[in-house]
């Protein structure tokens, strides 16, 4: 089998690769009719993530499909509050349902006591896609694992599921913040290992995905997103000083630059709302970025579709870039309004 070299390891690593880097946020999920027969006999998503076997088909169902030049671990952020005791569902159609927990005598309940056992099927599904991908010759695409940040886990964990604007959790944090920081610390502990052990696995390279941080203010931003971010990227560095190490503080607008220049991350992933021009001024110079792409834009597909691609592409490819969407695709997306993205994508040539 021939060496090949993985482009989007190249680009994370600051090198200039002759085609775009892909991958696509959600790339697994409903808006594959395989994966929706997958779910079909399963039941339930968590009984499918849970499951090494089926977490890996359905990491390779998009790969196998479109080629991705990397492949996300199916799994999901709430595995860690899962993983430390707190009760976790998936409602079809309402998203995550957990026992909310509202105060310091609530995050006492959390512990580690079914922590590895809860979380070592997540291991031996990315061992299984690893060998999957060197099996089905996909030997550029490589494998992410990942997690939320602790920010953005709290949310969930305090509201008990999703909530319009995390009203309970930025209460918290602002009326106690030495009990809300002790929930923090106990995320930031956990996550490090989960990443740490991901990698043991066969994980290449990190995400962290902080959906919320845009709702924070510069103030709390730094020490509800940088600060932890941070402690978990020195903690992950101290056993794989050399993993790169993906950020995603989503809708963090100008909060962005601190973020890039404080956590130390290896790369930025950005989303929709941030200009491109901006990006590529403020924050190209300091680390390749990944993005843009509107996930509605892709659903909507067409002209739309194209011009936006134009416009990311000529806006970040002076820089290291790797093509992404700003969210995670809709589960409404038409498979050939992907299929037109990827013929785009790779239509680009640095030579
Ligand atoms: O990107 C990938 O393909 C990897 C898998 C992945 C999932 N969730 C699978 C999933 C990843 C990286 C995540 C991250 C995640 N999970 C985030 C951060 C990124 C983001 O979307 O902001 C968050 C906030 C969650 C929490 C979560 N999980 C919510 C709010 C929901 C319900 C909303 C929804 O889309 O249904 C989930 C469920 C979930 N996680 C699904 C998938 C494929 C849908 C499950 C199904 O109904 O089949």
Redesign the pocket.
């Known amino acids: 089998m021939a060496y090949q070299k993985k482009k989007f390891i190249e680009v994370l690593n600051k090198h200039k690769p002759d085609h775009i880097p892909f991958w696509f946020?959600?790339?697994?999920?409903?808006y594959l009719p395989e994966y929706m027969a997958l779910?079909k006999e399963a039941g339930g998503?968590l009984d499918m993530a849970y499951n090494p076997g089926m977490a890996c088909e359905i990491t390779m169902q998009p790969i196998r499909r479109f080629g991705m030049d990397a492949a996300?671990i199916?799994?999901?952020?709430?595995v860690i509050p899962h993983a430390l005791g707190q009760s976790l569902e998936?409602v079809?159609g309402e998203?995550?349902k957990l026992d909310p927990l509202r105060s310091s005598a609530d995050f006492s309940k959390l512990n580690f006591n079914s922590f590895e056992k809860t979380l070592t099927p997540v291991y031996e599904a990315l061992s299984k896609v690893k060998t999957s991908l060197q099996q089905e010759n996909h030997n550029g695409t490589a494998l992410i694992g990942?997690c939320?940040a602790p920010w953005?886990v709290a949310c969930y964990m305090v509201e008990g599921g999703?909530s319009k604007d995390f009203f309970n959790v930025r209460k918290l944090a602002y009326q106690d913040p030495q009990g809300f920081a002790g929930l923090m610390d106990l995320l930031v502990e956990s996550t490090a290992q989960y990443l740490i052990n991901q990698v043991n696995a066969g994980a290449e390279v990190l995400q962290i995905?902080d959906?919320w941080a845009g709702a924070l203010d510069s103030q709390s931003f730094r020490r509800w997103v940088i600060q932890p971010t941070k402690q978990i990227i020195d903690l992950v560095r101290d056993t794989h000083p050399n993993v790169p190490i993906i950020g995603f503080p989503?809708c963090a607008g100008q909060n962005y630059l601190s973020y890039v220049q404080d956590t130390g991350v290896t790369a930025v992933s950005i989303d929709q709302a941030l200009d491109t021009k901006w990006a590529a001024r403020s924050l190209q110079p300091l680390v390749p970025v990944q993005g843009n792409l509107d996930p509605i834009c892709l659903l909507a597909g067409g002209d739309a579709l194209k011009l936006a691609v134009e416009k990311i592409i000529g806006d970040l490819t002076d820089g290291d870039f790797i093509f992404n969407l700003g969210?995670?695709i809709h589960k409404d997306t038409p498979i050939e309004h992907v299929e037109d993205l990827v013929r785009y994508i790779r239509e680009f040539s640095y030579e």
């Open positions: 946020m959600r790339q697994a999920g409903r779910r998503f996300i199916f799994s999901d952020i709430l998936f079809q998203g995550p990942f939320g953005t999703g995905f959906s989503r969210h995670g």
